[in-house]
């Protein structure tokens, strides 16, 4: 989603380069249908950015048509082959007079958010005229956020310095900004990189492990109850969606291919309760992952504690039924108990948990019609010993959920 900058920002994009260790021209390299370049230079476009520079040396004939035509600018360093701080300092030196600070973004770091790039902007905002540097993991990233005080030096700089020294030296202006996007750290330098990141551009909407991660660590830090609950969800909604997708089927029936996005489904189980510790966890974690620039993942989370099942296996649904049959890190693929407490425990909420048990039971049916097994096959699980008999009373000689209030015929659907 595109914002307005309330500070007028520039980005510095040097493209000036042999390519040598990657034996094909970088800002050319195709993501999707645009050019490494094109996605850079679109990056900071959506963020609100307008005044950027394209820094060019080798193959400028080929870029300057492209950058103009993106809405850039298009900046020559005929010193191109000294390095890269001959360009670095062409384009800050080109930055416009009225900006207050400028992204440095070598185009070959193509795989960033524009929520990371906001994340920074509004550090930038908040810290005056400090030098933000994103940081993933505890480790530095790009595209730092200088401010324009900081220009002067820059081209002032020693040929045998570099920037990153400079940055580093401004310890008393220097904030390290945590964010959630491991892009910050991955460029194209060679053949295996450049395909790594083609295909994370690809799903640029999903946080992947390593980013959900950072994202539980940073938001329930300590709180190993919810963490190793987390982990078991994703890994039974892991298999859960393979063995659909497997798709034995249902006997004497051809099954119908069921494709579902396991990526989606992950992140989804490993963050659906991150605001578990908050009031109406489920919406404040949807509203947390849109935020992040997450809504496919934002919009699993929020229907995960009450879901319209609809006709198809969808991943909200595979990661709906793996968190009814997880209790805490424990996996229960027997779930009507859980049920049958959970209405004890809250008291004047039974028609909202019976519906969700009827929904659970509703999903448990279609995956395995879907999987041609049981869930308990599926997950290899294995029931425990049978607990003593209950005393005799009035509910346990019901089946849980007795409703005849709700069927007129008095038939027990639960």
């Known amino acids: 989603m595109t914002r307005t900058q309330a500070l007028p920002l520039s980005a510095v994009i040097p493209a000036a380069g042999l390519s040598s260790r990657m034996h094909q021209f970088k800002p050319l390299l195709k993501f999707g249908k645009l050019t490494m370049l094109e996605v850079v230079i679109g990056l900071f476009q959506d963020c609100g950015i307008r005044d950027i520079l394209v820094v060019t040396g080798h193959n400028h004939s080929l870029l300057e048509p492209i950058i103009q035509k993106a809405g850039a600018r298009p900046v020559f360093n005929k010193g191109f082959e000294t390095g890269m701080l001959g360009s670095i300092q062409k384009g800050a030196a080109g930055v416009s007079q009225s900006s207050k600070g400028f992204f440095l973004a070598p185009v070959d770091i193509p795989a960033i958010r524009p929520g990371t790039i906001q994340a920074l902007v509004s550090a930038f905002e908040k810290a005056g005229e400090n030098i933000i540097i994103p940081e993933f993991t505890k480790m530095a990233g790009h595209p730092p956020l200088i401010p324009a005080r900081m220009i002067p030096r820059i081209i002032n700089l020693d040929p045998d310095s570099t920037l990153r020294d400079l940055l580093l030296s401004q310890k008393n202006c220097l904030v390290r900004q945590p964010v959630h996007d491991r892009g910050t ?37 300590g709180e190993t109850a919810i963490q190793s609950h987390l982990a078991i969800v994703s890994k039974v909604a892991g298999k859960l969606a393979r ?69 198809q296996i969808t991943e909200k649904q595979i990661v709906y039924f793996a968190d009814k049959i997880c209790n805490g890190s424990r996996v229960e693929p027997d779930y009507t108990q859980r049920f049958t407490d959970k209405i004890k425990q809250v008291p004047g909420a039974e028609t909202r948990i019976f519906q969700r048990y009827e929904d659970t039971q509703q999903i448990q049916a279609r995956i395995e019609a879907a999987a041609g097994q049981s869930v308990q096959t599926i997950l290899q699980w294995e029931a425990p010993p049978v607990p003593a008999a209950p005393r005799a009373d009035t509910r346990s000689q019901n089946p849980p959920f007795h409703r005849p209030d709700r069927y007129p015929s008095g038939r027990d659907r639960g």
Do not use: W
């Open 243 to 311: 063995a659909v997708e497997k798709g034995l089927g249902t006997k004497g029936k051809a099954p119908l291919p069921i494709s579902l996005d396991k990526n989606l489904i992950q992140a989804a189980a490993l963050l659906h309760d991150i605001k578990r510790k908050e009031k109406n966890h489920a919406l404040a974690a949807s509203t947390l992952l849109k935020n992040l620039g997450f809504p496919r993942v934002a919009e699993i989370v929020a229907e995960h504690m009450t879901i319209e099942p609809g006709e």
């Open 185 to 221: 750290l991955l460029d194209a330098d060679t053949k295996e990189a450049y395909c790594a990141l083609a295909d994370k551009y690809q799903h640029l909407d999903i946080p992947d492990q390593e980013e959900c991660r950072s994202i539980i660590q940073s938001l329930l830090p």
